[in-house]
């Protein structure tokens, strides 16, 4: 819930599609739970850029199924990045360290994600100012081209016109 709260609430606006793929978080068979989900997340990969899990805290008994190797070798061979957020700042599992990222709770992940956003957010608008500069000193010098050419162009004109003037007036005489 705080994790959705955040995501679908930050102060920056950003939206996210997020998808639900539900698995059992906790027990003898979460760890297998959490693999079906991460199966049928593979299904449809191109769809997402990353993959969150995430678990509220609880005791480190609760825990357990994220130090499973067969979970930790899935999440560690998983073709989209996996950002870790299970339990509290204090609780670290296996899965946690196969993870492309780990953070301490839903919340960081939720947090994280938003920062991330931002920083694409800076380079794209960074970029954008960088492109505007650049294009528009390449009109300035194109322009300043132009008006260079123009007037070689004016000045030639010119003086062919006063030299077939001279022309035609020694032809008069």
């Known amino acids: ?12 606006g950003y939206v996210f599609y997020t998808k ?3 698995a059992i978080m906790q027990g003898d068979n979460a760890h297998k739970s959490v693999i079906e989900a991460l199966d049928r997340i593979c299904l449809h990969e191109e769809k997402f850029d990353a993959v969150v899990i995430i678990r509220g805290g609880g005791a480190t008994t609760d ?16 073709p989209l990045p996996v950002i870790s957020g299970i339990g509290h700042e204090r609780d670290e ?37 960088m492109l505007t500069d650049l294009v528009t000193r390449r009109l300035t010098n194109e322009k300043l081209r132009m008006n260079n050419v123009e007037s070689a162009l004016s ?7 006063k030299q077939e003037e001279a022309s035609l007036t020694d032809m008069k005489s």
């Open 20 to 22: 639900l793929f539900p």
């Open 155 to 161: 000045r030639s004109a010119k003086l062919h016109l």
């Open 63 to 78: 825990m357990l199924a994220f130090d499973d190797y067969e979970l930790a070798s899935c999440v560690a061979q998983f």
């Open 1 to 12: 819930g705080d994790f959705s709260d955040q995501i679908s609430n930050n102060n920056r």
């Open 93 to 129: 599992s296996v899965v946690d360290l196969v993870a492309n990222t780990r953070c301490k709770t839903p919340t960081a992940v939720a947090a994280f994600l938003i920062e991330r956003a931002m920083l694409a957010e800076e380079t794209l608008n960074s970029g954008s100012a």
